[in-house]
């Protein structure tokens, strides 16, 4: 048999960042190594667009509708591929129905991935219908019936070794080649502002509340001092000037390089520790200081001190923060460290290996 791989993923390719930063940018090192595939997403473009907007229930009704129909098509051809990669859930409601039926009927090879702790959720209130809609139960199943269990940090290979022995840490890498890349693009003029940066999606805007006091604190301390924010939805913080980029996937670099110190706060509990630190590792490896919450995979990823700051405590964020805007040495040598441990141990080229190795 052909070494044919099938991809059953939530969302439209070039989208999502745990799409495109756990496997859509090894399509090229699959292709040169012998191996062909189809991807086939949950919800269509004008879909997912669909449900970043309020209302509308009939017509996200439909596109939930259209996506089980799409996933009644893939069953049917699923027995034309060797490996079937499931990204998180073949369906976002309901049971394990559709990998019951590729793992027990069709007896394929299941490459099960996800990147946070899927089993769970951050939602303190959230509506019983919405849980028993979700079926986050179903995670443990999938991990059950697959061929090799694909996580990005420690944590979750531990949750997922309870039901598989075929974990494989598979981390959530960078390009630092061919994307995140600073020397491709041109240095900035000297700027007259400091910019303290933020970048992520609507669903973890919230974490930002965790600093909001200190960043308060450092605008009237500092004048020179400005706060960005890059995502698919406009914050609502009570600063003086926020700044606001929406995230656009072709100028999402050059964006990022406005920054000149990336934060990443983040609650200590459960859900959280599923996190795989990519807003680290996007800063990392542009060359940009990180201060980060140290919970889960963040301390392992920033060397205190050395590519970056891990804060526990609100005085801990002041100080780690007025350290670096005073310090413009610093803010550089920490870059510097920081993108030399992403190209060492989170970028493409030293996965690479890892990754085929899940189609073994």
Request: hydrophobic share 40%; with cysteine; proline share 5%.
């Amino acid at each position: 048999m052909s070494k044919k791989i099938l991809f059953l993923v939530p969302y439209p390719l070039e989208q999502a960042p745990s799409q495109r930063f756990r496997f859509e940018q090894y399509f090229s090192i699959l292709k040169h190594n012998g191996f062909t595939y189809s991807v086939q997403s949950f919800l269509s473009t004008d879909n997912w667009q669909l449900f970043f907007k309020p209302g509308n229930p009939i017509n996200k009704a439909w596109a939930l509708l259209s996506g089980f129909v799409s996933r009644l098509g893939c069953i049917a051809t699923a027995k034309e591929y060797e490996f079937i990669f499931i990204h998180r859930e073949v369906a976002p409601i309901g049971p394990p129905v559709f990998e019951w039926v590729l793992a027990k009927i069709l007896k394929k090879k299941i490459i099960y991935d996800f990147d946070d702790a899927i089993w769970l959720t951050d939602r303190s209130r959230e509506p019983a219908l919405m849980r028993i809609l979700k079926w986050r139960s179903k995670v443990k199943y999938i991990c059950k019936w697959s061929f090799k269990v694909s996580c990005g940090n420690d944590y979750l290979c531990d949750f997922a070794r309870n039901y598989n022995e075929r974990v494989v840490l598979n981390r959530t890498t960078i390009d630092t080649q061919h994307r995140h890349n600073p020397d491709l693009f041109q240095s900035a003029n000297i700027r007259e502002k400091i910019t303290i940066g933020w970048t992520g999606s609507h669903s973890t805007l919230k974490y930002l509340e965790e600093v909001e006091p200190v960043l308060q604190k450092i605008e009237r301390e500092f004048p020179v001092i400005q706060v960005l924010v890059i995502a698919d939805q406009k914050p609502d913080l009570n600063l003086r000037f926020p700044l606001f980029i929406p995230w656009n996937e072709k100028t999402e670099i050059e964006d990022l390089l406005k920054f000149d110190i990336g934060i990443m706060p983040l609650p200590d509990h459960e859900w959280a520790k599923g996190k795989c630190g990519f807003k680290a590792l996007q800063y990392m490896a542009l060359r940009i200081p990180a201060v980060v919450s140290p919970v889960g995979v963040n301390v392992i990823i920033i060397d205190d001190g050395e590519n970056g700051f891990l804060c526990s405590t609100l005085d801990e964020w002041e100080q780690s923060l007025t350290t670096l805007i005073r310090d413009t040495v610093l803010r550089k040598k920490m870059g510097e460290s920081g993108r030399r441990k992403v190209i060492n141990h989170y970028s493409v080229l030293s996965n690479s290996s890892n990754f085929l190795s899940l189609f073994e």
